[in-house]
């Protein structure tokens, strides 16, 4: 029991030190903010009484998109209920989608896809306040620099009259709405597409939230009439280094080299494509093309956007994926993946980041490292891996 109250006594402490230096930063940021030209009433009216909130810090470091394995993470992502509850939403919506569709020119599947993850179609929109979670994150010294230019862009929003900033309620990280707008993308990309004269994703109605999202990823280069990607089979004696994101090759030129659909047929040509292999050579492989690019402007993490993606084509009437996962694997923590990134940089596979995020950047690497040492080049970070890098440093 001693023990417990040590603990805690040290958790109150470092709470309470962090909200001092908290307090500092804010009346320096509040001076930056005015000088940025907002309105020095809505800043301090903004501002006033806010508190570092260690929760927020908390679930900035666990992520489920880069904490879980994929096959988890889709289990949620793309689960019967999420299906089911889309097709619903699809069904309720489907005048306005229809018009987003035809006016952008993104798949409404994909946009309601987009809404089903981020709000479980506005179920769940956040009741977090998004100026404090800004602030902690941008005191916070991962990503300052970020995060502070996002809070700018919320008092922007409040200084414009758009929302009051109690009224601003989103997620632990600051995004808001049905389809969880930052508010730089507010500010950039969010349309009044109802016509109320208000760019509205905070209240029930999601109309303007989905055009939104659609303008979004319009904006970004959504080609229309392109899928996110294809689930393929990868042959036997496939060369796993041609499964880079910077190896480009049309669908034709990837069956030469025996790379189909899992009905074994030469997938459609939708332009260049690069194969992508989320669990390594032991897992469902996919051939994706520019939209798969599009949809990491909303998110970077792979099993994101294949979530995104596979609920789409659920929606649309698609089947499960039928590749196989390495299900007696786990994720790696975050700690373990920082150490994965440190000990690959170290040996002269650069990571280019330390970010505990298993991105291109980091597949790369863990290919260079596999190949160097014989192991199959399919850039998958496992437990594994991770031994054989303690065993080479």
């Known amino acids: 029991m001693r023990l417990i109250w040590v603990v805690l006594a040290l958790v109150w402490t470092g709470v309470a030190q962090a909200q001092d230096g908290f307090s500092e930063w804010l009346v320096e940021f509040e001076a930056r903010a005015v000088e940025a030209g907002i309105s020095a009433p809505v800043v301090s009216a903004a501002l006033n009484g806010v508190t570092y909130d260690p929760e927020v810090i908390k679930r900035d470091r666990n992520q489920s998109e880069f904490t879980k394995t994929i096959w988890d993470y889709l289990g949620t992502a793309v689960s019967d209920a999420r299906i089911a509850n889309g097709r619903k939403a699809l069904s309720r919506e489907q005048a306005a989608l229809d018009r987003i569709e035809a006016q952008y020119g993104v798949d409404k599947h994909i946009v309601t896809a987009i809404w089903g993850l981020e709000s479980a179609y506005g179920t769940f929109r956040g009741s977090k306040d998004v100026i404090r979670s800004l602030a902690t994150l941008a005191f916070d010294a991962r990503r300052a620099a970020f995060f502070e230019g996002q809070l700018m862009d919320a008092l922007r929003i409040l200084d414009a009259g758009d929302v009051s900033a109690r009224a601003m309620t989103g997620s632990w990280a600051g995004a808001m709405g049905h389809t969880q707008f930052m508010p730089g993308s507010y500010l950039s990309y969010a349309v009044d597409f109802d016509g109320d004269g208000k760019r509205s994703i905070w209240g029930d109605v999601a109309v303007d939230a989905l055009a939104s999202t659609a303008n979004y990823l319009s904006e970004f280069g959504w080609v229309t009439g392109q899928p996110w990607g294809v689930e393929i089979k990868i042959p036997d004696g496939f060369d796993y280094r041609l499964a880079d994101r910077d190896v480009l090759k049309s669908p034709a030129d990837w069956a030469a080299l025996g790379v189909l659909d899992v009905a074994g047929r030469v997938v459609p040509d939708h332009g260049m494509a690069s194969i992508l292999l989320p669990a390594g050579a032991q897992g469902a492989g996919f051939m994706i093309f520019d ?22 084509d659920r929606l649309r009437g698609g089947g499960a994926f039928e590749g196989g996962w390495p299900l007696g694997d786990r994720a790696l923590s975050f700690d373990e993946r920082i150490e994965l990134q440190e000990r690959l940089t170290a040996l002269g596979f650069d990571t280019q980041k330390i970010d505990a995020k298993i991105g291109p950047l980091t597949i790369n690497a863990v290919r260079g490292f596999q190949a160097s040492v014989g192991l199959v080049p399919d850039g998958y970070a496992s437990p594994a891996l991770l031994e054989r890098l303690r065993d080479a440093n």
Request: zero cysteines; proline letters at 0%.
């Open 291 to 312: 939209n798969f690019a599009v949809l990491e402007r909303y998110n970077t993490a792979d099993a994101y956007v294949i979530g995104v993606g596979h609920l789409a």
